[in-house]
C-alpha cells in the first residue's frame, strides 16, 4: 500500500511538486520533448536512476521476468512526463549494483539523486519482485515494496511499483489502469460486427469483452472499475447494457427503453450512483438519467434539438452535453437537475464528445472540433478562461476524447491511412503516440479506473 | 401536382386496406415465445411489436480474469436482421440532413402501398450517415433519418407498430470508402423486412 513510504520523504517530494507546478514557466513555448513539468530539489533538477532489475537466481526465466520489468517501470515513470532520467548510457559507468548496499557516491557521480532498484525471484510459479527508492544524496529510503503474484505476466508489478512511486507526487499514477474501446477487428465479409475490448493503458495485454458478434459501442467504465456500460445492438433496437467485466455478465436494456425508443452514450457519475445517456423516448433524442441499476429515470433535456453525449464534472453536480439547439453541435453545461443551461463552446461550428477532466488540478473540458478543413481535431477549453488549446493537428480525423483518470493525458482515436487507431498525448499535446492495440479499426475509447 | 398524387395514392391504400382486410379475415400475430428460460427481456420488452429474438440469445460478454485472462471467442447463435437483401428500396440523404428529399417521399410512398398488401410484415428502418461526422452527432442523425421515414410511413396509413426505428450513426457504413460515392450511398435509411 502507498501507507509504506515514510511520510517525511513524500511529504517532501510533494512540496517540492507543488512548489514547481507555482513556479513553472508556460512549456508551450519550449521544445516539444522537454518535460512539461518537474520536480526541483534545492533549484536543481532531480534525475532518476533506474538501473536493470537484479535476479535473485540465475535462471532465464527470472532473468527474462527482470528484463520485462526494467523495461515497463522505466516507461512507466517516463510516460507522466513528470521526471528527468540519467542517460543509459551513463548508466553503464556505474560499477555493478549491489543491492543490498548500494554505493550511492556511484550514483551522485553520473547526477542521479533518486535511485530505483528492483529486484525479482521466481519460485513455484511465483514471481517476488522487491521495489526500493532511494534519496541518492542523504541515502534515505522513500519507498520499499514487495509484490508477488502469479510469474506470467511480470508487466503488472512493474506496473504497481511505478502506480507507488506516482504517490510520492501530488498525481496518482494510471501504470495499472485500462483503455475500453471498440474494435471491427473481428467483422467478417458476411457480417459487420464490432465488439468491446480493454487494453492496458500502453496498449498491451488486449482482452476482449463482448461476443454476441453484434454491434457493440460507445463503452463507459464504472468508477469501480468492474463493470462497462455500453450500448449494443443485439436486440435490434440500440439499447444500455451493463457488464460486468470479470464476472461474464451483463444486464440488457438497463433504462427500460420501451417500443421504439434507443438509448445511446451512457456516462457513470463520478460516485457511481447514477447513469446519464441520450434516448428519443419522449419523441426526440434527449439526456436522461437514471440510477446505475436503471431505476428512477428522468428527462434533463426537453428542446426539440437533439441532445446527446453527455459527460459529468468531477463533483457529479453538473453535466455537459452536445446539442444542436442553435442550429449547429455545440457544448453545453447543466446541473444534474437539468437546470441552470448554459453554451460552453463558441469557437467553431461543430464541437462534440465532451470529456470532462477528472483532475482537481485543471478544470477543463475536452471535446471533439471540426476544423475549416473538414477534418475533425481534439481541444481543450478551460473551463476558468474559455481558452482554447488545440491537441492534435494535422493527423488526419481525431475524435472521442477521453481523459486519464489523473487529468495528465488523453485518448482518443485518429484515422491515418484508412485505419482508425487509439492515441495518446499529454494534457499539452505533446508525446502523441499509437498505441498498437490489434487489429481492426479501433476506437471509441473510455480511460478507466 | 404532389397533392394529386396524395390522393390517388390515399383512394390506392383505402382499396389495398380494404382488400387485404377482406382477404386475412383477421389479424394474425405471431405466436408467443414460451420462453421460461429466456434471458428476461424487461417488462417493456418490445415483444409486442416485433418478432421476439431467438429464445437463447447466447452470451453478451465473457468474463475478463483480473489481470490476466486473453479472451476466446465463444459461438454467438442469434439471427441478425441485418441482410440487405429489402425489397423496399433504401432512401438517401444529403449532407447533415434529415429533410425527406421529393424522390426520397415518392420512394416511401411506393414503400407504403407495398406494406399494405404485405400486412404479414413488419419493418425495422435503419438511418446511417457517412464517415464524416462525429460518432455521437452521426447517431442522433441516423435517428433523425429514421424518424424522418418512420413519419412519413404513418402519415400514408403503415401501422406505427409495424414499424420500428433503429439509428446506426456511422457504425454500419454499406461502402467503406472515403469518397463521394461512399459518403452518399451511406447517407440513407435502410428498410430490414421480417415476418
Known sequence: ?449 | MPLLRHRQLASLLVLALAFSLAACGSKRRPPALASPEAITPGPSETGDMMPTQPIDEGPDVLAVEGEYATGSDLEADYATTFEEGSPLPDIHFDLDSAALSEQARSTLERHAVWLQTRRDVRVTIEGHCDQRGTVEYNLALGEQRARAAWDYLVSLGVAADRLRTVSYGKERPLDPGNNEQAWALNRRAHFSVSQ
Open chain 1, 1 to 449: 500500500m502507498p501507507s509504506s513510504a515514510p511520510p517525511t520523504a513524500r511529504a517532501l517530494l510533494a512540496l517540492l511538486v507543488l512548489a514547481v507546478a507555482v513556479a513553472g514557466g508556460s512549456p508551450l513555448g519550449s521544445a516539444p520533448q522537454e518535460p512539461v513539468e518537474q520536480i526541483v530539489i534545492g533549484g536543481v533538477t532531480p534525475r532518476f536512476a533506474v538501473p536493470e532489475c537484479v535476479p535473485r537466481t540465475p535462471d532465464e526465466r527470472t532473468q527474462q521476468a527482470c528484463r520485462t520489468i526494467t523495461q515497463v517501470l522505466r516507461n512507466d515513470l517516463r510516460f507522466e512526463r513528470l521526471f528527468q532520467f540519467v542517460p543509459d548510457s551513463l548508466l553503464a559507468a556505474v560499477p555493478p549494483l549491489d543491492p543490498d548496499n548500494p554505493v550511492f557516491e556511484d550514483w551522485q557521480g553520473i547526477g542521479a539523486r533518486i535511485l530505483v532498484i528492483t529486484r525479482a525471484s521466481i519460485a513455484n510459479d511465483e514471481l517476488t519482485v522487491e521495489a526500493r527508492v532511494y534519496f541518492v544524496d542523504s541515502g534515505q529510503t522513500m519507498l520499499a515494496r514487495r509484490y508477488s503474484g502469479p510469474a506470467h505476466n511480470p508487466r503488472i508489478f512493474a506496473h504497481q511499483a511505478s502506480d507507488d512511486i506516482m504517490t510520492l507526487t501530488q498525481y496518482k499514477g494510471v501504470a495499472r489502469t485500462r483503455i475500453a474501446f471498440t474494435s471491427d477487428r473481428d467483422s467478417t465479409a458476411e457480417k459487420q460486427s464490432k465488439e468491446l475490448y480493454i487494453v492496458d493503458y500502453d496498449g498491451f495485454n488486449p482482452r476482449r469483452v463482448t461476443v454476441n458478434g453484434s454491434v457493440n459501442i460507445l463503452p463507459a467504465w464504472s468508477p469501480d472499475g468492474q463493470s462497462l456500460a455500453y450500448v449494443s445492438y443485439r436486440r435490434v433496437t440500440p439499447l444500455v447494457f451493463l457488464a460486468r467485466i470479470f464476472e461474464g455478465k451483463s444486464v440488457p436494456n438497463v433504462t427500460a427503453e420501451r417500443g421504439n425508443s434507443q438509448a445511446f452514450a451512457p456516462a457513470f457519475s463520478p460516485d457511481g450512483q447514477k447513469i446519464a445517456y441520450a434516448s428519443n423516448r419522449s419523441g426526440n433524442m434527449d439526456i436522461w438519467v437514471a440510477n446505475a441499476d436503471g431505476s428512477g429515470t428522468q428527462q434533463l433535456t426537453t428542446t426539440r434539438a437533439a441532445d446527446t453525449a453527455p459527460c459529468w464534472s468531477p463533483t457529479g453536480q453538473e453535466i455537459a452535453f452536445t446539442s444542436s439547439r442553435t442550429g449547429t453541435p455545440q457544448l453545453y453545461i447543466m446541473s444534474n437537475d437539468g437546470l441552470n443551461v448554459r453554451r460552453l463552446t463558441r469557437v467553431g461550428n461543430y464541437n462534440d464528445a465532451c470529456a470532462w477532466s477528472p483532475a482537481r488540478q485543471f478544470s477543463e473540458v475536452a471535446y471533439t472540433s471540426r476544423l475549416q478543413s473538414g477534418g475533425f481535431d481534439i481541444a481543450v477549453i478551460d473551463l476558468a478562461t474559455r481558452q482554447v488549446r488545440q491537441i492534435t493537428r494535422g493527423r488526419g480525423s481525431c475524435e472521442y476524447p477521453t481523459w486519464a483518470p489523473n487529468g495528465r493525458h488523453l485518448a482518443f482515436s485518429c484515422e491515418q491511412r484508412e485505419t482508425w487507431a487509439i492515441t495518446i498525448a499529454d494534457r499539452e499535446g505533446l508525446s502523441l503516440k499509437r498505441l498498437a492495440t490489434g487489429p481492426g479499426n479501433n476506437v471509441q475509447p473510455d480511460w478507466g479506473p
